[in-house]
């Protein structure tokens, strides 16, 4: 995340939270397209990918990774420890497996999902993280937040218990540093990639 602050320093397209907050529509038909490649994966259609699906969807991405590589990745991405990959953990993989693919720069590394769109959603969420990372440590923290939150418009400030609650909300193990792991997860709830017909709280 530090190397991509570098290279994109100077160059971010989002200038406020609000101007992240109207791409969400943009980032959801991005994400939903992705639903087809889940279903691909789940061969059982369970509503989940195990290790042995995982397995074969990553050589299919041909992606070579050791055993201890796959078990790395498949636990920090089952979150809720369910021993499967869900959708919008599947979602988080993807995005995350993209992240370890990019610094390679090399022109037949692709993610393989026949999706330059989805590619530039990836972009765009990595560029929203890069923008709430005021300090360019690869790490959130709540001044981070509150200053995001509020610079756009300073005599506007956002109640603290706003700020204060989207951090609790991303920082899930609560060690006040929020990963892009843990915000790729809140960003994906934010945005709502579920059916229209699901009713949110």
Known sequence: MIEMKRSASGQSNFKSIDSIIMRFPQFRDGLRNLRGVFEQYDEDSNGTIDREELSKCLEKLQLCLTKEEVEDLFHSC??????????????VLLCLIYLLMKPSFSPDTTLNVDSPQLEATFDTIVEAFLFLDKNGDGKLNKKDMIKALNEASPWERSPARVTRTRFKEMDWDK????????????????????SDEEIPD
Do not use: M, P, T, Y
Not at 78 to 86: M, N, P, T, V, Y
């Open 78 to 91: 089952d979150i809720d420890g369910s021993e499967g990959i869900q959708f919008n953990e599947f979602i």
């Open 175 to 194: 060690n006040g540093k929020v990963s892009f792991r843990e915000f790729l997860f809140a960003f994906i709830n934010w945005v709502g990639i579920e």
